[in-house]
């Protein structure tokens, strides 16, 4: 896919839940607009699946990104040209990141099944509670059927579907544990302004992978071997695709890194001034400069404005 080409197209973002997910979905709105984003979300009045279905084609057509945590099969709905996107993170990290989270938030509608029975990790991997813990990464890819397939028996169709559909019907395909490298393969297929960010939505206080007990490792990989293989496609297909639209990779993602860390220090500092303002001047200063790193549309113009000065 050109980058013209990436530009034309809608992006369905399928949005694979504690896979930075949260992080993008700002990206998205910020290189878009949020008028152009239909974020869908059960239980949310206006943001259901139906919801979508029956907005007029008219309305659907003028969208740029649907993003959710849905599974594939969702350009059926789209009237107009599209390709997806999504994240994949390594599903040992996964599961123990969804545990804190769900012990976390009583919203969660696993929190009272999991606190109220004050299960452990061990508890939750084997409760067969959710198929969010059975290859969930691996159903979502796949869609159609593999949502329907009862828990613990997931098989080796289900990834070769998912694998298929990564190959074949996404313009980029990412990891958690690789996100910078996915932000300037995405910067580069979709034509987007330097996509700045500063994370979301991160498990506070949670233990790391080494702390995890040999049976925990053992419990978590075994009920999901499924998308532990369809992890480690996702990375080859992400080399495949940085080889094949990025040109001179590694100085661009030292570059976007090194212009990140600012923002992110520029964010800082703004935190910081709201506890203790600056003087004025700074804070002005501050505010302009950081302004500059932030406007897509600025960007996007000063690219336009160089590559007419080559072509002329």
């Known amino acids: 896919m050109t980058q013209a080409g990436g530009r034309r197209r809608a992006i369905i973002f399928v949005h694979i839940p504690k896979a930075a997910g949260t992080t993008l979905n700002k990206i998205l709105a910020h290189q878009y607009g949020l008028n152009r984003v239909f974020a869908l979300k059960e239980g949310i009045e206006g943001r259901s699946l139906r919801d979508f279905q029956e907005l007029p084609e008219a309305q659907r057509r003028k969208l740029k990104v649907v993003r959710g945590h849905f599974n594939f099969g969702l350009h059926d709905l789209l009237p107009q040209s599209s390709t997806y996107i999504t994240l994949l993170r390594n599903p040992v990290d996964r599961a123990l990141s969804h545990y804190y989270y769900v012990l976390k938030f009583p919203t969660h509608y696993l929190h009272a099944q999991i606190a109220g ?20 990464q691996a159903r979502m890819v796949a869609g159609g059927e593999a949502a329907l397939v009862p828990f613990g028996q997931c098989s080796t169709q289900v990834l070769e579907v998912a694998k298929q559909h990564l190959q074949e019907q996404f313009a980029v395909v990412g990891t958690v544990e690789r996100f910078d490298e996915t932000l300037v393969l995405l910067k580069e297929v979709f034509g987007w302004a330097t996509p700045f960010y500063t994370k979301a939505n991160v498990t506070q206080n949670r233990p790391k992978r080494r702390s995890l007990s040999a049976e925990e490792l053992d419990l978590i990989t075994s009920r ?22 990025v040109k001179r990779f590694r100085l661009k993602l030292f570059k976007f890194r090194v212009l990140n860390q600012l923002y992110n220090y520029l964010y800082a500092l703004e935190l910081y001034a709201l506890e203790k303002p600056l003087p004025q001047s700074v804070g002005d200063r501050l505010k302009r400069f950081r302004n500059q790193l932030d406007s897509p549309h600025k ?13 002329s």
């Not at 061990?122 to 969010?132: F, G, P, V």
């Not at 960007?299 to 072509?311: C, E, G, I, L, M």
């Open 224 to 245: 999901n071997q499924i998308d532990l293989e369809l992890y480690d496609y996702a990375n080859q297909q992400l080399d495949h695709l940085i080889q094949k639209h």
């Open 117 to 136: 029975q004050q299960m452990s990790l061990k508890d939750y991997i084997t409760s067969e509670l959710s198929i969010e813990l059975d290859n969930h």
């Open 299 to 311: 960007q996007r113009k000063q690219v336009r404005q160089k590559t007419a000065h080559k072509t």
